[in-house]
């Protein structure tokens, strides 16, 4: 007889956190949905079932309903124990020098693909009376993003929106917990396209590292989570620090190397 094993569902489980999150769910001994834009993730689910439960791997573009609904349809009628609405994508360079359809992207991974994931997912943990959601916010949620505006604003609605989402599920049996990485070492840099940035170059925190600290805090229950002491200090810090200074702080981090002043 099969064991039945709880359901996590994962996505931009393809490299980074969400791979990261993935390991760390099947380790403990959950079934996975996994999700991604690219075809690594059949890979990803290759390498984890070797922990021994069911991996079904979902390559679909995660900006749209349609994508999303694959991820959906793929945990069928499972009891969901775990969403870790991961997948999210940055993108370097002045507002007015990106193309609109690259800023629709981003907009549409990181909040509408987002929001229409855990929305339908929240329904059915809300029916369970139970279920653990984890939301990868940033601590750029919190800076005013020079050379990043608009991934920094995506990020601020879904550090918001998490909590407020969080106070609406108290008493269902239901937690939401918001992980609030800083920069961290993924395929992010290469994709929003910042390798010639200061930010870009920089040391980096290790992905499974930050993955533990929202993993563990996500079965704690807690509603957020900063992980690393320097961005803990530095949200502390940007909590109490003019937005237009925290623009600038920003601008020498994010510019490119040929509008660096």
Same mark, same amino acid.
């Given at each position: 007889m099969n064991e039945r094993r709880p359901l996590a569902i994962i996505t931009g489980a393809s490299s980074g956190i969400g791979f990261e999150l993935a390991v760390l769910a099947a380790r403990n001994?959950?079934?996975?949905?996994?999700a991604a834009d690219e075809p690594r993730i059949h890979d990803v689910a290759d390498h984890l079932r070797k922990f021994g439960g069911t991996v079904d791997a979902v390559e679909?573009?995660?900006?749209?309903?349609? &994508?999303?609904?694959?991820?959906?349809?793929?945990?069928?009628a499972r009891t969901i124990d775990l969403l870790c609405a991961n997948a999210g994508h940055g993108l370097g360079r002045a507002f007015l020098d990106q193309e609109f359809t690259a800023i629709r992207h981003v907009?549409?991974?990181?909040?509408t693909g987002t929001l229409y994931l855990i929305h339908q997912v929240g329904r059915t943990m809300r029916e369970q009376r139970e279920g653990r959601i984890l939301i990868t916010g940033s601590i750029a949620g919190y800076i005013p993003g020079t050379y990043q505006a608009v991934y920094n604003g995506t990020k601020a609605l879904i550090d918001s929106f998490s909590i407020a989402l969080r106070a609406?599920?108290?008493?269902?049996?239901?937690?939401?917990?918001?992980?609030?990485?800083?920069?961290?070492?993924?395929? +992010? +840099?290469?994709r929003a396209d910042l390798l010639d940035t200061k930010v870009g170059t920089a040391r980096k925190?290790?992905?499974?590292?930050?993955?533990?600290? &929202?993993?563990?805090?996500?079965l704690r229950g807690d509603a957020q989570v900063v992980?690393?002491?320097?961005?803990?200090?530095?949200?502390?810090?940007? &909590?109490?620090?003019?937005?237009?200074?925290?623009?600038e702080q920003h601008r020498e981090q994010a510019a490119p190397r040929a509008e660096r002043h």
């Open positions: 001994r959950h079934d996975l949905v996994i679909a573009d995660l900006s749209t309903v349609e &994508g999303n609904l694959q991820v959906i349809e793929a945990a069928g907009i549409d991974t990181n909040v609406e599920l108290k008493g269902t049996g239901v937690t939401v917990t918001n992980l609030m990485p800083g920069p961290t070492e993924t395929d +992010f +840099f290469r925190q290790a992905a499974d590292e930050v993955a533990r600290i &929202g993993y563990e805090a996500m992980a690393g002491w320097k961005n803990k200090l530095q949200t502390a810090v940007a &909590g109490v620090t003019p937005a237009t200074f925290l623009a």
